[in-house]
């Protein structure tokens, strides 16, 4: 027993050596990497930082023997090198030779419009030549630029890189927008309307007095139809047919329907439009007698006559009303996203509404290329 027990012994410290031994020829394998520099351009971090991260993505994937920045540091001091601009090929060259690298990695990192433009090169020092260079676009979320310096990172080393942070932080093709293009904004809408004045009080009155007992402010639900008739560089001019149903959250379906003349700049996303607008309400001819209160004609005393109006009320007869509508909003991009905002105002004697309404479509993608039938 005394005798396995020893030769088991012998045996795990001999496996043991060797892996040791193993790791020491494979870290002695390594290539030499160093850095000295990563230019950035409005970003709202500074070189220094920007090359710790690069440098720390560069260690964690421990494909090569990252040279310590104190080190670099040390020796580009006693050599008296100058590399606060030391960005292209032949000067990474030179400084590599001093430092005894076998690799240098430099980069450029900056923000242009919306997005990080990330462009890292690998140079190698022996045969003076660029080995590789990664260019990648990012979305502008600084807050995330250590992840997308890893991404950038391991591209250049060939290391396959997590698909879903890829997806989120890349920033793939983006729709041209140019004075041959239009923005198209077919599709659903939703919002809140609140109306106000005499037409509100009759809204919320409760159905014994021929009111419909609502809300002033209710949801609607629509769908916006438009056709463009003029176009002219960054101007459009359409006709928008939005029909839409409310008051759902009252227990009623009230339908309405507008027909606009649109006016709308493609570039800004900024539109106006006005135009009129229909809907089904209910209206009864009634009066209001002496102590002020509300009663429908056939309720009228033959010995005394009020002056008659028509107004809304539960028991009349359905009634298409009809007005105007003016509205005004802006349309935000994410991609191929279109989100339109737009607020209105229905101006009425009887009492006006405004609300705000909220959509979106995705704009059909170009295919350039395609084949011509």
Do not use: H
């Amino acid at each position: 027993m005394k005798a396995t027990m020893f030769f088991s012994t012998i045996i795990l410290s001999i496996v043991f050596c060797l892996q040791i031994n193993a790791q020491t020829e494979n870290q002695g394998n390594k290539k030499r990497l160093a850095i000295i520099s990563v230019d950035i351009k409005d970003l709202t971090i500074d070189k220094e930082t920007m090359r710790n991260m690069v440098q720390l993505e560069l260690e964690k994937a421990n494909i090569y023997e990252v040279m310590d920045k104190y080190d670099v540091a040390d020796i580009v001091k006693k050599n008296g090198l100058n590399v606060d601009n030391c960005f292209g090929k032949n000067c990474l060259v030179e400084a590599g030779k001093f430092l005894k690298a076998d690799k240098m990695l430099t980069g450029n990192i900056e923000r242009f419009g919306d997005k990080l433009i990330f462009i890292l090169r690998l140079v190698d020092v022996a045969s003076g030549k660029i080995e590789k260079t990664d260019v990648m676009e990012y979305i502008n979320q600084q807050d995330q630029i250590q992840i997308m310096a890893r991404l950038s990172v391991n591209n250049i080393l060939g290391i396959e890189n997590d698909k879903l942070l890829v997806d989120l932080l890349a920033n793939f093709d983006q729709p041209i927008t140019s004075s041959k293009t239009t923005l198209k904004l077919n599709g659903p809408r939703v919002g809140f309307t609140y109306s106000y004045g005499p037409a509100a009080e009759r809204m919320m009155a409760p159905i014994s007095d021929g009111g419909f007992n609502m809300y002033p402010v209710n949801c609607m639900i629509g769908y916006q139809f438009e056709k463009q008739f003029l176009s002219s560089g960054d101007f459009q001019a359409l006709f928008e047919l939005i029909p839409t149903l409310s008051g759902m959250e009252s227990g009623l379906v009230i339908p309405s329907a507008s027909a606009m003349l649109g006016f709308r700049f493609n570039k800004s996303g900024f539109e106006f439009g006005l135009g009129p607008v229909l809907r089904m309400t209910s209206m009864a001819n009634g009066y209001y007698d002496s102590t002020n209160t509300w009663r429908l004609e056939k309720e009228m005393p033959l010995d005394k006559r009020f002056p008659l109006e028509s107004r809304l009320d539960r028991r009349g007869d359905p009634t298409l009303s009809t007005g105007m509508v003016f509205a005004i909003g802006k349309t935000f991009r994410s991609g191929y996203l279109n989100m339109p905002v737009n607020v209105y105002y229905s101006p009425r004697k009887e009492g006006s509404i405004v609300g705000i309404v909220l959509g979106f479509n995705v704009a059909n993608r170009p295919r350039f290329g395609a084949d011509k039938k």
